[in-house]
């Protein structure tokens, strides 16, 4: 029995090692929980290629959108339409001002997809402005606004944004002058600085009442976004806007966030229906104390405020061995004058200091002085308890008066129209990939176009993963406590298997015991002896009860 416990336990421990390394794999791959799948269409996940063929035998072409668009780019042809900007940002060192970054129209550096080209941004520490009318302006009206397209930051990112601007429909709208100040009606995308991971999507709100503008910015997603930053994967960001005044942002076909542009937005569209009275002050004579002094209280007599609040220890006793005479610190006897000091204009030199060696082995050393403890007497200050104020009137705070400014916009989706589309960056890490631009308003069209374009990067960003042993390795090397999993996972099941498998050696109480259990042949003489002893001893058994309920007698 207690073979097989040891054997079990050990059965256990394996099952639970190996467990734990599956879970540790599985977890570097899993998707934060966090984030809600949209339920695309089958025709989403649709690719025209043959799954089964890998990243080099891949044949792509050009997507092409299948319904009604205002806007699309896969820069695998010429760059037509683009415009970059020739001014200079505003408010900026004039040796940094202007927008000079590069662009270039390249291919992946990893998980290449022979064919399929993107916009580029090759500057460090530079501005970055490039754009282009749409082939149809957007009017918001009683259609939903999807804007979608690709970003990979092929080295990572330091301090950098990929975010695209539309901006809005204007009479002067000159893309030549295009800089951060050109008017944009909304913005959208991946920005990132230190260790803040954003997602943008701003729009700005025309007061209905003063005509300006203000910029309304959604709230911060719940999840976390840092692993499509660092992961240098070509990942989809979608922005969707609903005439119902909703909307949701999507990586990679996953919903991040969303909500309404009524009530999750800041500051909120529509400002408060009342406000604080900004010349209403609070009256002298307010008292806003929930507690006072006792006035009636008084000192007790026998409290001494003199009292110090520690003293020193009448009970102590100094160390034996303590040494009065020997200072802490004693010049360095190894210590020597440096050939260059001069003694007229540096002074007499004196040995450095250095920890007495004597008091090394002693309790200490110089004057010893009675330590300190906490004063029973003390009692510090006398300060009369506190009680309820009886005038107390509560935080005063000034009286609400209806906003002057106020105004209600119930429907914020109806915002300016947009007729061109811009990049206006500014970034700290080079080769940031843009790619495959669509404005729409159908889903099914922004499904599609997905499919043919980031649908097929994703296919061989698969083909090309590491198998499991490299995943394993590259894990190990982030955590080395793997390694030792890893070889207790080898070796278990050796260890189990001649634990279970192997004969086991017969011991010599085992041969002892099977000896004497061995049954012997027993011939008919050996037979009746022992029956005869067994009559005898029933016999002396019989005798015995009968004596003993004599006795009783």
């Excluded at 009286?399 to 914020?412: G, Q, T, V």
Aim: hydrophobic residues 35%; aromatic residues 10%; contains cysteine.
């Amino acid at each position: 029995i207690t073979r097989m416990h040891f054997q079990w336990d050990w059965l256990c421990l394996g099952v639970l090692i190996i467990s734990s390394v599956t879970a540790e794999i599985e977890n570097k791959e899993t998707l934060d929980a966090d984030v809600e799948v949209e339920d695309f269409d089958k025709q989403s996940q649709e690719a025209d290629v043959d799954r089964d063929k890998s990243s080099l035998e891949v044949v792509y072409q050009t997507p092409k959108p299948t319904g009604e668009v205002y806007f699309t780019e896969t820069f695998d042809g010429v760059l037509a339409g683009w415009v970059l900007s020739k001014t200079k940002k505003e408010d900026t060192d004039d040796n940094i001002a202007k927008y000079d970054g590069r662009w270039e129209v390249e291919e992946l550096k990893e998980n290449t997809v022979p064919g399929d080209r993107g916009l580029v941004l090759k500057s460090v520490a530079k501005h970055h402005a490039i754009s282009a009318m749409l082939t149809k302006a957007f009017i918001f009206d009683n259609k939903p606004l999807i804007v979608q397209y690709e970003v990979n930051f092929q080295e990572g990112i330091d301090c950098g944004g990929a975010y695209i601007k539309l901006l809005s429909s204007s009479d002067d709208l000159n893309l030549e002058y295009f800089f951060d100040k050109t008017p944009y009606t909304i913005m959208f995308g991946p920005d990132k600085c230190g260790e803040d991971y954003k997602l943008h999507f701003i729009f700005r709100h025309k007061n209905p009442k003063t005509g300006e503008y203000d910029e309304k910015h959604a709230k911060r997603p719940d999840v976390d976004l840092k692993k499509f930053y660092l992961d240098k994967k070509t990942h989809l960001y979608t922005l969707v806007l609903k005439p119902d005044d909703t909307f949701e942002m999507l990586i990679d076909q996953s919903v991040v966030s969303k909500g309404s542009l009524l009530e999750d937005m800041v500051p909120p569209v529509n400002p408060p229906k009342e406000i604080e009275d900004p010349s209403d002050k609070k009256p002298d004579g307010w008292d806003e104390r929930p507690k006072i002094p006792d006035p009636n209280a008084v000192k007790p007599d026998d409290w001494d405020e003199d009292e110090p609040s520690k003293i020193e220890d009448p009970d102590a006793v100094k160390p034996e061995g303590w040494l009065d005479d020997e200072p802490q610190y004693v010049p360095d006897p190894n210590a020597k004058k440096p050939k260059d000091w001069d003694e007229e204009m540096d002074g007499e030199w004196e040995a450095p200091q250095i920890p007495n060696p004597k008091c090394e082995t002693a309790p200490g050393c110089g004057h010893w002085v009675r330590p300190m403890k906490n004063n029973p007497n003390y009692k510090g200050k006398w300060k009369a308890p506190m009680i309820d104020n009886p005038n107390y009137q509560g935080i005063w705070s000034p009286r609400k008066i209806l906003n002057p400014d106020y105004f209600e916009d119930l429907h914020p989706f109806k915002m300016t129209t947009v007729n061109a589309i811009g990049l206006e960056l500014w970034s700290m890490t080079s080769d940031i990939y843009f790619d495959n631009f669509i404005i729409c308003s159908e889903k099914e069209v922004a499904d599609r176009w997905a499919a043919d374009g980031w649908g097929l990067k994703k296919l061989v960003a698969s083909a090309n993963e590491p198998g499991m042993f490299s995943q394993l390795v590259t894990a190990a090397e982030d955590h080395p406590w793997l390694w030792v999993l890893y070889i207790l996972t080898l070796a278990l099941p050796v260890g189990l298997g001649v634990l279970f498998c192997w004969p086991a050696k017969k011991t010599d109480e085992d041969i002892d015991f099977k000896k004497t259990d061995i049954s012997k042949p027993i011939t008919k003489g050996e037979l009746k002896p022992e029956r005869e002893e067994l009559e005898d001893d029933e016999i002396e058994l019989e005798e015995e009860k009968e004596n003993e309920g004599t006795a009783e007698d």
